[in-house]
């Protein structure tokens, strides 16, 4: 691998906050490109310290982070909770079944109560689209948005990057962005955050993006988002770069959009001989958790060459360690950022 | 309560019905007495100068949610067909008398019974002894009647009772929890959508229901380009159906909601900007009868939420003679065409001795300098809830008097 720029190379961003001048960060639609990037290259350091044996850095001693989460979550949690002990902060986890939500409280009430306890920021998801940008407003620490609604997922979307970017230099075909690259999105867009904030990063990233769903899990007007839309999963599979599959949220399912699994698994599941489709090369990624044998089938899940999904729950810990420092570089005072 | 004592307005720019006359227009004994050029003061007379500002009817508002008399004033509202989407809803004769009631003087509620028993859109509510009780139409409330058999049977009972049927035209089983037109703009926002077909779909069996039954049927909001051509179509065959619309919809677009802006969270939701034109245009050309405010304030514990989880509604009767007036700026449509729409329209549609300057009619009237500019501010708003999408937008025209019943109202 070439010298990685990192983000401490002089010239490569702008000086200080300028480099990022969001106070929080509620979804990728808010970002630049070179946001984006600078959160990368932010996250390739922590990268490197958590294959280390001894894994903190003391950046954020002394501070506290919330974890609200109003809606059930293991790994996104767990990820945000291990990023943060990393960096050495206080972390408490405030979980839906037990918060004063299920008491009557309103939500604004709720992040009122947390904003009284001065944290230093706080990590929220939410089963209604906009609710993080709603407590934002109301809280004087950042918010990072943890997937709200349907609408965004932001470190989903940077840790596929950031695993997807690491993936393609491993080979040593990997520049910077994704310029030039294919990659096909498949499963329920409609509920997806995730296919949301990664169409949002890819794009910015350079990269051409395909959608694939049956008919009643596309959103309208989806291709003024500048995507190409499916609904057959073999044309959409058609030569491209990176396959990322969505779980199939069975819980999503009220409403019977599809007939059965065994039928979706049919149409949709990415299996070996579907995937010869695709570039021969092709990667796979899941945001996990992964339905084998309905999405995806285990003999593509667990292709060491070309399946890099553990490598995104690895991405995950470093984005997050990435986003909590430079989100509260203001408030701990680093040079150019107060 | 004061006396309606004879008074004549001066100086005045009548909107009667013939169009713009100059003159004045005498108020006598609660009624319109004479207008124009043959209304002169005697000696001794109560004047009130006009100083050549318009003077029109006072608006009869068809389809709130909520009474809400200083907001009603503010925009010259002194007549208001009061939604059955109360808390308990207005579906037993004893509280539909007591709505009946609870403005007067100064304003006067004219109760829509609702359609059904707790607007279930199972079982029928006793309509005819509401209408005894005071009801002037019924309507279905915020939701529309599933169920095609208990609509039909709804329109030819209020056919026999000769009510008016307001109806909410979206279609329940396509719009299910949907927050939001189905398009780009809920796409982005991720957030639940029902296609804008929600409402052709509605309108067209509504119609056709109309069409057998015989009944007035009054389409309580018409918002998109697909249901006017309908409406159209339908009134071009005779069938016996109005159709209103509220500022938003011609004003705004779903472009409004971005940011999650729960004040633009309304039901039916905005629609696209093509439908927006599709409104103003259909404005103009007459398909639509009747603007209202659908004047429904909402404090923050139902609107400072996650927008899906906000309560739909806007609190539209401040700015509703505004923004109305903004289509005669805009060349829709002329004044005259103005109070047809706010006041004379609904006035018919509910069956009141209102609406307009016509001797014999009540005389509720409003003094309305159409240019005086102001700044729709949330924080100095007259309503018990300052949820307008038009906080900090221009806007011109003000009602500078107001007359009910003949005795001058204090703004």
């Known amino acids: 691998m070439t010298a990685t720029p990192s983000s401490n190379a002089p010239g490569r961003f702008p000086a200080g906050r300028l480099a990022f001048p969001h106070a929080h960060l509620t979804g990728i639609g808010h970002l630049e490109r070179h946001e984006i990037l600078f959160l990368l290259d932010a996250a390739e350091h922590w990268v490197e310290l958590n294959r280390r044996g001894e894994k903190r850095e003391e950046l954020l001693a002394g501070r506290t982070i919330i974890n609200a989460f109003f809606e059930n979550s293991t790994r996104t949690l767990l990820s945000f909770e291990i990023a943060g002990k990393r960096l050495g902060a206080d972390v408490v986890n405030m979980a839906a079944a037990t918060s004063s939500l299920k008491k009557g409280e309103t939500l604004i009430d709720t992040a009122i109560t947390l904003n009284a306890m001065r944290p230093d920021a706080i990590v929220m998801r939410h089963g209604s689209?906009?609710?993080?940008?709603?407590?934002?407003?109301?809280?004087?620490?950042?918010?990072?948005?943890?997937?709200?609604?349907?609408?965004e997922h932001p470190t989903q979307a940077l840790l596929d990057a950031l695993a997807l970017r690491e993936a393609l230099r491993r080979r040593g075909e990997g520049s910077e962005d994704f310029t030039g690259l294919n990659v096909v999105i498949c499963g329920d867009i409609l509920h997806?955050?995730?296919a949301r904030s990664n169409v949002l990063c890819l794009q910015a990233m350079g990269a051409k993006v395909r959608l694939c769903a049956p008919p009643a899990l596309m959103p309208a007007g989806i291709e003024a988002m500048g995507v190409t839309p499916y609904s057959d999963f073999d044309a959409a599979l058609d030569g491209v770069d990176v396959v990322m599959m969505l779980r199939l949220q069975s819980e999503r399912m009220a409403g019977h959009f599809i007939p059965s699994e065994r039928e979706y698994h049919h149409l949709y599941g990415l299996t070996k001989r579907r995937l010869s489709a695709a570039k021969p090369d092709a990667l796979v990624m899941h945001p996990g958790p992964m339905n084998r044998g309905v999405e995806i089938d285990s003999e593509v899940a667990d292709m060491i060459d070309r399946s890099i999904i553990t490598q995104q729950v690895e991405m995950g810990v470093a984005i997050r360690m990435a986003c909590l420092d430079v989100l509260t570089r203001g408030r701990r005072g680093v040079e150019g950022w107060a | 309560m004061k006396q309606a004592a004879p008074l004549i307005i001066t100086n005045a720019r009548l909107v009667t019905p013939r169009g713009l006359v100059a003159g004045a227009i005498r108020l006598d004994s609660g009624v319109i007495a004479q207008l124009g050029s043959e209304a002169v003061p005697d000696e001794g007379e109560k004047v009130l100068d006009a100083g050549g500002k318009l003077v029109s009817p006072g608006l009869v508002d068809l389809g709130v949610f909520a009474v809400d008399k200083p907001a009603f004033h503010f925009g010259g509202i002194t007549r208001a067909a009061l939604m059955p989407d109360q808390s308990p809803p207005l579906d037993y004769p004893s509280r539909v008398n007591y709505i009946a009631k609870s403005g007067k003087p100064d304003l006067w509620v004219h109760p829509l019974a609702a359609a059904t028993r707790g607007l279930e859109g199972v079982e029928l509510a006793e309509i005819a002894l509401m209408k005894e009780a005071g009801a002037r139409g019924v309507a279905t409330g915020?939701?529309?009647?599933?169920d095609s058999g208990v609509m039909l049977r709804l329109m030819q009972y209020a056919a026999m009772l000769d009510l008016v049927v307001v109806t909410h035209a979206e279609d329940a089983g396509l719009v299910g929890e949907a927050a939001a037109t189905a398009g780009e703009i809920a796409t982005r926002m991720g957030l639940p959508s029902a296609p804008a077909e929600a409402e052709t779909l509605a309108l067209a069996r509504d119609i056709a229901l109309a069409e057998m039954s015989g009944a007035r049927v009054h389409f309580r909001q018409v918002t998109t380009a697909a249901g006017f051509d309908l409406v159209r179509s339908a009134k071009a065959r005779g069938v016996?159906?109005?159709?209103?619309i509220t500022p938003a919809h011609f004003m705004l677009?779903?472009?409004?909601?971005v940011d999650f802006r729960t004040f633009a969270r309304l039901s039916p939701p905005l629609r696209s900007e093509t439908d927006r034109q599709a409104a103003c245009a259909a404005i103009g050309e007459g398909v639509v009868d009747v603007i209202s405010s659908g004047h429904d304030p909402r404090g923050p514990e139902d609107k400072r939420l996650p927008f899906a989880d906000a309560e739909p509604g806007m609190a539209g009767a401040e700015t509703v003679l505004a923004m109305t007036l903004n289509l005669v700026r805009d060349g829709v449509i002329g004044m005259d065409r103005v109070f047809e729409l706010l006041s004379t329209n609904p006035a018919r549609i509910l069956g009141v001795p209102a609406g307009a300057l016509e001797p014999g009619?009540?005389?509720?009237?409003?003094?309305?300098?159409?240019?005086?500019?102001?700044?729709?501010?949330?924080?100095?708003?007259?309503?018990t809830?300052?949820?307008?999408?038009?906080?900090?937008?221009?806007a011109q025209g003000r009602v500078r008097a107001l007359i009910k019943g003949g005795v001058a109202i204090d703004l």
């Open chain 2, 240 to 244: 016996n159906i109005t159709c209103g």
């Open chain 1, 192 to 194: 997806s955050r995730v």
């Open chain 1, 129 to 151: 689209s906009g609710a993080t940008q709603l407590i934002a407003q109301k809280v004087d620490c950042p918010v990072l948005n943890a997937g709200d609604g349907s609408h």
């Open chain 2, 361 to 383: 009619l009540e005389a509720d009237i409003a003094v309305v300098d159409p240019d005086a500019p102001w700044i729709v501010d949330r924080s100095k708003m007259e309503a």
């Open chain 2, 253 to 257: 677009s779903d472009l409004a909601t």
């Open chain 2, 385 to 394: 809830a300052d949820n307008t999408p038009f906080d900090r937008q221009g």
């Open chain 2, 142 to 146: 915020r939701r529309w009647i599933a």
